[in-house]
Protein backbone atom coordinates (compact mmCIF):
# COMPACT_ATOMS: atom_id res chain seq x y z
CA UNK A 1 0.00 0.00 0.00
CA UNK A 2 1.38 3.80 -0.76
CA UNK A 3 2.05 6.35 1.24
CA UNK A 4 -1.47 7.79 0.58
CA UNK A 5 -3.46 5.09 1.33
CA UNK A 6 -1.80 4.58 4.94
CA UNK A 7 -2.56 8.17 5.46
CA UNK A 8 -6.02 7.76 4.61
CA UNK A 9 -6.70 4.84 6.83
CA UNK A 10 -5.24 7.22 10.06
CA UNK A 11 -7.17 9.58 8.86
CA UNK A 12 -10.23 6.86 9.17
CA UNK A 13 -9.40 5.57 12.53
CA UNK A 14 -8.67 9.15 13.70
CA UNK A 15 -12.58 10.10 12.70
CA UNK A 16 -13.79 7.14 13.73
CA UNK A 17 -12.23 7.90 17.62
CA UNK A 18 -13.74 11.34 17.45
CA UNK A 19 -17.34 10.08 16.27
CA UNK A 20 -16.95 7.89 19.42
CA UNK A 21 -16.48 10.46 21.90
CA UNK A 22 -18.62 12.39 19.98
CA UNK A 23 -20.89 9.99 20.49
CA UNK A 24 -20.69 8.76 23.89
CA UNK A 25 -21.36 12.43 25.14
CA UNK A 26 -18.73 13.01 28.15
CA UNK A 27 -15.31 12.67 28.48
CA UNK A 28 -14.61 11.14 31.50
CA UNK A 29 -15.84 9.97 34.70
CA UNK A 30 -16.26 11.45 38.55
CA UNK A 31 -16.12 8.97 40.92
CA UNK A 32 -16.74 10.97 44.28
CA UNK A 33 -17.30 9.18 47.44
CA UNK A 34 -17.98 10.19 50.60
CA UNK A 35 -17.71 10.06 54.22
CA UNK A 36 -20.74 9.16 56.15
CA UNK A 37 -19.52 10.54 59.41
CA UNK A 38 -18.90 13.86 57.67
CA UNK A 39 -22.38 13.96 56.26
CA UNK A 40 -24.09 13.60 59.45
CA UNK A 41 -22.38 15.47 61.55
CA UNK A 42 -23.12 19.05 59.78
CA UNK A 43 -26.01 20.94 61.02
CA UNK A 44 -28.51 19.10 58.20
CA UNK A 45 -29.32 16.12 59.47
CA UNK A 46 -29.02 12.77 58.65
CA UNK A 47 -31.26 9.32 58.93
CA UNK A 48 -29.90 5.86 58.91
CA UNK A 49 -31.30 3.38 55.54
CA UNK A 50 -33.58 0.78 56.16
CA UNK A 51 -30.75 -1.58 55.90
CA UNK A 52 -29.40 0.18 59.41
CA UNK A 53 -26.55 1.90 59.97
CA UNK A 54 -24.10 1.65 57.39
CA UNK A 55 -20.47 0.63 58.33
CA UNK A 56 -17.66 3.08 59.13
CA UNK A 57 -16.51 2.83 55.62
CA UNK A 58 -16.57 5.64 52.57
CA UNK A 59 -19.44 5.08 50.76
CA UNK A 60 -20.66 5.96 46.93
CA UNK A 61 -21.89 9.55 46.45
CA UNK A 62 -22.11 9.00 42.43
CA UNK A 63 -19.92 8.56 38.77
CA UNK A 64 -20.75 11.68 37.31
CA UNK A 65 -20.12 12.16 33.58
CA UNK A 66 -18.10 15.07 33.17
CA UNK A 67 -16.10 17.25 30.16
CA UNK A 68 -12.71 17.99 29.86
CA UNK A 69 -13.00 21.28 29.96
CA UNK A 70 -14.70 21.32 33.49
CA UNK A 71 -18.73 21.32 32.67
CA UNK A 72 -20.66 18.46 32.89
CA UNK A 73 -23.96 16.95 31.16
CA UNK A 74 -27.40 16.26 33.32
CA UNK A 75 -30.27 14.80 32.57
CA UNK A 76 -30.28 13.62 29.20
CA UNK A 77 -32.69 11.32 28.78
CA UNK A 78 -35.99 11.93 30.79
CA UNK A 79 -37.11 8.99 28.70
CA UNK A 80 -34.89 6.53 30.74
CA UNK A 81 -36.45 6.63 34.06
CA UNK A 82 -35.00 4.47 37.00
CA UNK A 83 -35.83 1.46 37.18
CA UNK A 84 -35.63 -0.88 40.50
CA UNK A 85 -36.15 -3.99 38.41
CA UNK A 86 -32.87 -3.48 36.49
CA UNK A 87 -30.83 -3.64 39.32
CA UNK A 88 -32.20 -5.85 41.82
CA UNK A 89 -29.75 -8.15 41.69
CA UNK A 90 -27.23 -5.55 42.92
CA UNK A 91 -29.39 -4.18 46.02
CA UNK A 92 -27.27 -5.67 48.41
CA UNK A 93 -24.12 -3.94 47.30
CA UNK A 94 -26.09 -0.52 46.81
CA UNK A 95 -27.43 -0.69 50.66
CA UNK A 96 -23.67 -1.93 51.69
CA UNK A 97 -21.72 0.94 49.47
CA UNK A 98 -23.79 3.02 47.81
CA UNK A 99 -25.69 3.83 50.78
CA UNK A 100 -28.55 6.61 51.62
CA UNK A 101 -28.40 8.89 54.89
CA UNK A 102 -31.29 11.38 53.44
CA UNK A 103 -34.05 11.77 55.44
CA UNK A 104 -36.79 10.49 56.28
CA UNK A 105 -35.52 7.10 56.44
CA UNK A 106 -35.48 4.81 53.50
CA UNK A 107 -34.20 2.13 51.07
CA UNK A 108 -32.08 4.13 48.87
CA UNK A 109 -34.60 4.43 45.82
CA UNK A 110 -34.45 7.82 45.92
CA UNK A 111 -30.39 8.91 46.21
CA UNK A 112 -30.14 5.90 43.68
CA UNK A 113 -33.07 7.48 41.13
CA UNK A 114 -31.30 10.50 41.50
CA UNK A 115 -28.09 9.69 40.71
CA UNK A 116 -29.17 7.31 37.49
CA UNK A 117 -31.41 10.46 36.32
CA UNK A 118 -29.21 12.94 36.63
CA UNK A 119 -25.85 11.47 36.01
CA UNK A 120 -26.30 8.05 35.11
CA UNK A 121 -28.57 8.75 32.01
CA UNK A 122 -25.38 10.84 30.30
CA UNK A 123 -23.80 8.11 30.14
CA UNK A 124 -26.45 6.41 29.01
CA UNK A 125 -24.65 5.51 25.12
CA UNK A 126 -21.49 3.60 27.19
CA UNK A 127 -23.65 2.15 30.15
CA UNK A 128 -26.74 0.93 30.72
CA UNK A 129 -28.54 1.28 33.89
CA UNK A 130 -27.39 -1.99 34.86
CA UNK A 131 -23.71 -1.14 33.95
CA UNK A 132 -23.88 1.95 35.22
CA UNK A 133 -24.46 0.88 39.23
CA UNK A 134 -22.35 -2.37 38.52
CA UNK A 135 -19.29 -0.50 37.14
CA UNK A 136 -19.55 2.32 40.26
CA UNK A 137 -19.99 -0.66 42.91
CA UNK A 138 -16.94 -2.73 41.04
CA UNK A 139 -14.64 0.78 41.24
CA UNK A 140 -15.30 1.53 44.43
CA UNK A 141 -14.20 -2.08 45.45
CA UNK A 142 -11.19 -1.47 43.81
CA UNK A 143 -10.57 1.47 45.58
CA UNK A 144 -10.48 0.94 49.31
CA UNK A 145 -9.97 4.39 50.41
CA UNK A 146 -10.24 3.65 54.25
CA UNK A 147 -7.35 1.25 53.82
CA UNK A 148 -5.60 3.74 51.92
CA UNK A 149 -5.78 6.29 54.93
CA UNK A 150 -5.50 3.56 57.20
CA UNK A 151 -2.11 2.78 55.88
CA UNK A 152 -0.45 6.47 56.67
CA UNK A 153 -2.08 6.89 59.74
CA UNK A 154 -5.03 8.69 59.19
CA UNK A 155 -8.45 7.25 60.61
CA UNK A 156 -11.53 8.47 61.50
CA UNK A 157 -10.64 9.28 65.13
CA UNK A 158 -11.95 12.88 65.00
CA UNK A 159 -8.66 13.91 64.86
CA UNK A 160 -7.48 16.82 63.07
CA UNK A 161 -5.17 16.11 59.76
CA UNK A 162 -3.37 18.10 57.38
CA UNK A 163 -5.66 18.22 53.65
CA UNK A 164 -1.87 17.78 51.81
CA UNK A 165 -1.51 14.68 54.10
CA UNK A 166 -4.82 13.06 52.92
CA UNK A 167 -4.27 14.06 48.98
CA UNK A 168 -0.63 12.41 49.30
CA UNK A 169 -1.85 9.33 50.98
CA UNK A 170 -4.49 8.67 47.96
CA UNK A 171 -1.87 9.19 45.09
CA UNK A 172 0.51 6.55 47.15
CA UNK A 173 -2.31 4.31 47.50
CA UNK A 174 -4.13 5.09 44.37
CA UNK A 175 -1.51 6.24 42.17
CA UNK A 176 -3.41 8.95 41.13
CA UNK A 177 -4.25 12.70 42.36
CA UNK A 178 -7.45 13.27 44.40
CA UNK A 179 -9.64 16.45 45.44
CA UNK A 180 -10.88 16.85 48.59
CA UNK A 181 -14.18 18.16 49.74
CA UNK A 182 -14.97 19.70 52.91
CA UNK A 183 -17.91 20.38 55.18
CA UNK A 184 -17.93 22.23 58.23
CA UNK A 185 -19.60 20.72 61.37
CA UNK A 186 -21.90 22.94 63.57
CA UNK A 187 -18.82 24.22 65.62
CA UNK A 188 -17.60 26.09 62.05
CA UNK A 189 -14.42 22.74 61.79
CA UNK A 190 -13.60 21.68 58.77
CA UNK A 191 -14.06 17.58 57.85
CA UNK A 192 -13.13 15.54 55.52
CA UNK A 193 -16.31 15.32 53.04
CA UNK A 194 -15.90 13.51 49.47
CA UNK A 195 -13.03 12.30 47.41
CA UNK A 196 -13.07 12.92 44.29
CA UNK A 197 -11.24 10.64 41.56
CA UNK A 198 -11.59 10.03 38.02
CA UNK A 199 -12.45 6.93 35.60
CA UNK A 200 -12.01 6.67 32.21
CA UNK A 201 -15.32 6.84 30.27
CA UNK A 202 -15.76 2.79 29.55
CA UNK A 203 -15.93 3.23 34.10
CA UNK A 204 -12.97 0.80 34.11
CA UNK A 205 -10.13 2.28 35.85
CA UNK A 206 -9.02 4.79 37.28
CA UNK A 207 -6.87 7.38 35.51
CA UNK A 208 -5.45 11.23 36.11
CA UNK A 209 -7.97 14.22 36.01
CA UNK A 210 -8.30 16.21 32.68
CA UNK A 211 -9.05 18.35 35.17
CA UNK A 212 -9.67 18.17 38.83
CA UNK A 213 -12.89 19.97 40.90
CA UNK A 214 -11.65 22.76 42.84
CA UNK A 215 -13.37 22.11 46.40
CA UNK A 216 -11.80 24.60 49.11
CA UNK A 217 -10.73 23.30 52.39
CA UNK A 218 -9.08 24.73 55.69
CA UNK A 219 -5.54 23.26 55.94
CA UNK A 220 -6.09 21.05 58.44
CA UNK A 221 -9.23 19.11 58.76
CA UNK A 222 -11.79 16.77 60.86
CA UNK A 223 -11.54 13.14 59.61
CA UNK A 224 -15.19 12.49 62.20
CA UNK A 225 -15.84 9.27 64.00
CA UNK A 226 -18.73 7.59 62.96
P1 LIG B 1 -25.74 15.48 42.98
O1 LIG B 1 -27.00 16.17 42.46
O2 LIG B 1 -25.43 14.20 42.28
O3 LIG B 1 -24.57 16.40 43.07
O4 LIG B 1 -26.07 15.04 44.45
C1 LIG B 1 -26.56 15.93 45.38
C2 LIG B 1 -27.77 15.36 46.01
O5 LIG B 1 -27.45 14.08 46.58
C3 LIG B 1 -28.31 16.21 47.14
O6 LIG B 1 -29.71 16.23 47.05
C4 LIG B 1 -27.85 15.48 48.37
O7 LIG B 1 -28.68 15.69 49.44
C5 LIG B 1 -27.90 14.05 47.90
N1 LIG B 1 -27.00 13.19 48.66
C6 LIG B 1 -25.69 13.30 48.80
N2 LIG B 1 -25.20 12.33 49.57
C7 LIG B 1 -26.25 11.58 49.94
C8 LIG B 1 -26.41 10.45 50.75
N3 LIG B 1 -25.38 9.82 51.34
N4 LIG B 1 -27.66 9.95 50.90
C9 LIG B 1 -28.73 10.53 50.30
N5 LIG B 1 -28.64 11.61 49.54
C10 LIG B 1 -27.42 12.13 49.35
Request: proline letters at 5%.
Amino acid sequence: MGKSGCSFILLELLLLQCLISLGQGYDFFYFVQQWPGSYCDTKRSCCYPTAGKPAANFTIHGLWPNYNNATYPSNCNKNSPYDGTKVSDLFSRLEVSWATLACPTNNGTKFWSHEWEKHGTCSESVLDQHSYFEATLNIKDKVNLLHILEAAGIRPDDNFYKVEDIKEAIKAGTGYDAAVECNSDPSRNGQLFQVYLCVDASAKDLIECPVLPKRKCKSSIQFPIF
